[in-house]
């Protein structure tokens, strides 16, 4: 730096900090009575009033402001402004008024102000998503949805939502989505789609409960009026009344129940529970890979009336290695009029010994049953349903009780 621009900058400096000596606190002129002169006095601070004018020997009086009344700036006002009363109607108090701020009030939650009026915020339809949430002082920005992405509610906080990658996800694409609708993929692999294991070991386990032991007129129907949540509705009951037999239908109906409240705590519990049987079960038996000839071995053995070559044929071609023992097991209890699964597979093992089947698979077999057996966490529920649908139905007897 120079000597020049250097001495330029310490006189910039003095005349700056001159002149804001000079303005602060800002000053007013004021004619002083007793030295006959225009004297210049302090204004006053915000928060405060103007009680007495300075002389030439005596400062500015400024007092605080009353309660409810405010200044906010520098003034030379000997009062203060009140307060602005209350909120109008749908707004809250943002901050309330102190002696440098009147109160400030906006709209209340959902609400942003537009011509004095707290108008609700937009919502956005389907297909558009918020970019920009509604503020109190602001309204909601809508943005329709780009490629790739979907809004299928009206909403003031949805924003669009990336369309579910099926493949991803092992699924398959079979509606493509748009702005307004999600993709819809199959509901698994193909094979397993159709394989379709109905009711599994487990739900069967965790439903049995809840499978009257006698004939029980309109069973199905107090079930449906009792179950907690969302009902099942009719048109899906009388499907259910049409293709099943008797204790699927109560397993069918629990399915939909469970799926249909599956946000429900106790549902998300109940679903829980299941799968963690489910991959127990997987675990024990899932590996087992058995051939045509020793899965016809097996169905040959179980009592009642048989599952035949052509349903094994079928079950092969259609399900997993890991799932069609599980399959045929769900086939062979719907021929045989509602049987329990694990009773007649329990029979079933006890007759296999001269077909010298594979010791590893009769070995998991039993070890699914013991777990099954020991699969205690459906009492809680059994016990929580009961109480549920109890009142209703004291003079129906439940399996269990
Ligand atoms: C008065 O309210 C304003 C906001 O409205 C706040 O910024 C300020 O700190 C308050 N003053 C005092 C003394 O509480
Ligand atoms: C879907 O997921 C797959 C595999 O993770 C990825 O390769 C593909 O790019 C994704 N598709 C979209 C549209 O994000
Ligand atoms: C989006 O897809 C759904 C179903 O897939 C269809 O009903 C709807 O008309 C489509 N909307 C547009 C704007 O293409
Ligand atoms: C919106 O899409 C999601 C994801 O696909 C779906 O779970 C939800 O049920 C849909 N909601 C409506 C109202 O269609
Ligand atoms: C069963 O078959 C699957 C594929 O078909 C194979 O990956 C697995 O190793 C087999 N398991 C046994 C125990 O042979």
Known sequence: ??????????????????????????????????????????????????????????KTLCVPCPDHSYTDSWHTSDECVYCSPVCKELQSVKQECNRTHNRVCECEEGRYLELEFCLKHRSCPPGFGVVQAGTPERNTVCKRCPD???SNETSSKAPCRKHTNCSALGLLLIQRGNGSHDNVCSGNR????????????????????????????????VLVDNLPGAKVNAESVERIKRRHSSQEQTFQLLKIWKHQNKDQEMVKKIIQDIDLCESNVQRHIGHANLTAEQLYVLMESLPGKKVGPEDIERTRKTCKPSEQLLKLLSLWRIKNGDQDTLKGLMYALKHLKPYHFPKTVTHSLKKTIRFLHSFTMYRLYQKLFLEMIGNRVQSVKISCL
């Open 1 to 58: 730096m120079n000597k020049w621009l250097c001495c330029s900058l310490l006189v910039l400096l003095d005349i700056i900090e001159w002149t804001t000596q000079e303005s602060f606190p800002p000053k007013y002129h004021h004619y002083d009575a007793e030295t006959r002169r225009q004297i210049l006095c302090d204004k006053c601070s915000p928060g405060t009033y103007l009680k007495q004018h300075c002389t030439a020997r005596r």
């Open 148 to 150: 790739g992405f979907f």
């Open 190 to 221: 193909e094979a397993t789609q159709k394989c379709g294991i109905d009711v599994t070991l487990c739900e069967e386990a965790f439903f049995r409960f809840a499978v009257p032991t006698k004939f029980t007129p309109n069973w199905l129907s």
